[in-house]
């Protein structure tokens, strides 16, 4: 018997709903509970896959190849499982299953509408995720902020759910902001009624709410909630600011939020054993030795662009002692004469993934100042492909080989589409998405770090390694250390004679967790801490 919490959003986004949502999936597994995490966007694309990083940030990739929202990478770093399709569902997704019903003939000669009809599917993706997982709880967050047109039939779905069960079997939780005014420290509850009462006359009443402040909430203001929002004041929970964003389960646990979920949903839970992951935080709080990692890309300029992988290096840091300092680097404004100075002072180079011409000049510059000068490098998916081009080009003498991404008519496309990508039409969902096996080469720093011969990893790009310049590159000092047997495609290469070169066509920092570091990760802060 599966049981829902919903968590919505109100005055304003990006307030950390996400981690707030995460959190929460944490403390229950805390608790001994099995649990399942799925976000709902409003927005009418099926996928965020097709949408640039400007717009979006990263797109998560899960085992099962959906391109979802960055906040799944969240769910699963807090809750360490792996997602599926099912955690990811949009209006674009909905609407898409119900025309395809409508045009089936499915709906018996009914006029298709919003309710009952749309809300039913959005109804379906949330019962569907419990059955799916046989989950104690499915932890379900509705992107956007609650009043947002495009939110509305998700609004209608849960409160029909929250009808449709027993009262404990279905919890709300509503996350706001409570500002303050500027040149005053006053914090102001007046958003949050608002948010309470639009919530209200959508028919859902909140059971809990928690508040993102820069002050501290006292007991005065969580009364005044309490008595304007209807909740008791111990279901007015603070998120108040942490230095880690993995204190914030801690900080929930503190004040009794696990507790109150329980009781409310009738589910008995273990005693609170936090006590992991609470070491796990005093432990990485201890990082203290700085490690400089330049990240060259072309997003730069929004951080969320790179979060898994951000992620994934800072908590390679935290596990040894590090704090990991990254260095944003514009891919588009390094040249030969700024290449030194950019790179002084750096214990590290990282070249993420990336599509299409802008900056890639750049980013080759990068691994071949890394390659030269023995920097630790770390190339993930384009990153790789980067790797493979500057080898080519200043090692086995291809002079200007490029991938066919932006040249498809070079003389030494090193880089190049396999043959069942030449005729995809469709941008959206055709790439190589998700879990992919690999051997790694038993004398290779890849076997070093995973310690075993099959992996599996994540992939989300379109083109490949091209075979045809295996034996040359080969040659030229390119060590192929991870294969993908079936397909028969280079997914790891090397540089053995560097103390730290290893790039991979899949993405790693998918799958890595604060409480279980990624091992390419942490061989990676490694060298670069050595180095420093
Ligand atoms: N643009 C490259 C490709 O499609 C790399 C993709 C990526 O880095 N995710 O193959």
């Not at 979060?307 to 935290?318: E, R």
């Not at 002692?321 to 700024?338: F, S, W």
Request: hydrophobic residues 35%; charged residues 30%; contains cysteine.
């Amino acid at each position: 018997m599966t049981k829902y919490i919903f968590v919505t959003g109100g005055v304003v986004s990006g307030i950390g709903k996400g981690i707030s949502a995460a959190s929460i999936g944490r403390l229950l597994k805390n608790r001994g509970l099995s649990v399942f995490m799925q976000k709902f966007d409003p927005y009418l694309n099926i996928d965020p896959g097709t949408m640039s990083p400007y717009q979006h940030g990263e797109v998560f990739v899960t085992k099962d190849g959906a391109e979802t929202d960055l906040d799944l990478g969240h769910y699963e770093r807090f809750i360490d499982e792996e997602l599926t399709k099912s955690a990811s569902i949009t209006t674009g997704k909905i609407y898409s299953r119900v025309i395809k019903k409508e045009r089936r003939g499915d709906y018996d000669g009914a006029t298709v509408q919003v309710i009952p009809h749309v809300t039913d599917e959005i109804k379906e993706a949330v019962y569907r995720a419990g059955k799916e997982t046989g989950a104690d709880v499915v932890i379900t967050e509705i992107g956007g902020t609650v009043g947002d047109i495009e939110g509305l039939p998700f609004i209608e779905a849960i409160r029909q759910i929250h009808s449709e069960n027993k009262a404990e079997d279905v919890i709300f939780v509503h996350t706001v902001l409570v500002p303050s005014i500027p040149g005053s420290d006053e914090l102001k509850t007046k958003p949050t009624q608002h948010s309470f009462k639009q919530l209200m006359s959508q028919g859902i009443k909140t059971d809990i709410i928690i508040t993102r402040s820069d002050g501290e909430v006292d007991e005065s203001l969580r009364k005044k909630i309490s008595l304007f929002c209807d909740v008791p004041a111990e279901a007015v929970i603070q998120s108040k600011h942490v230095d880690l964003i993995y204190e914030v389960p801690l900080v929930f646990h503190e004040q009794g939020l696990d507790k109150l979920i329980l009781d409310h949903l009738q589910l008995e839970g273990k005693e609170q054993t936090n006590n992991k992951w609470r070491e796990m935080v005093e432990r990485f709080k201890k990082a203290d030795k700085e490690v400089n990692i330049a990240l060259v890309g072309k997003y730069v300029q929004l951080p969320d662009a790179y979060l898994s992988v951000t992620q994934a290096l800072l908590d390679a840091g935290y596990e040894m002692g590090d704090l990991v300092k990254i260095h944003y680097v514009n891919a588009e404004e390094l040249n030969d004469e700024n290449v030194e100075e950019t790179f002084e002072g750096m214990d590290g180079i990282i070249v993420p993934g990336g599509f299409g011409e802008r900056g890639v000049e750049g980013m080759i510059l990068s691994s071949k100042y890394a390659r030269e000068n023995n920097v630790p490098y770390f190339g993930i998916c384009l990153g790789m492909q980067i790797a493979v081009i500057d080898v080519a080009r200043n090692l086995a003498g291809l002079k200007d080989a490029i991938t066919t991404e932006i040249d498809p008519s070079t003389p030494f496309p090193v880089i190049d589409l396999m043959e069942n990508q030449r005729d995809v039409e469709n941008l959206g969902g055709t790439q190589r998405l998700g879990d992919y096996a690999c051997t790694l080469n038993k004398d290779s720093k890849a076997y070093e770090l995973y310690g075993k011969e099959v992996i599996t990893e994540r992939h989300r790009h379109r083109y490949e390694f091209n075979n045809e310049y295996r034996g040359q590159l080969r040659k030229a000092g390119l060590s192929l250390s991870g294969i993908n047997e079936d397909l028969d495609l280079v997914e790891i290469v090397e540089i053995p004679e560097n103390d730290f070169y290893v790039a991979c066509q899949f993405h790693p920092e998918f799958k890595s967790r604060p409480n279980d570091v990624h091992p390419i990760f942490k061989g990676f802060v490694e060298a670069a801490s050595k180095r420093r």
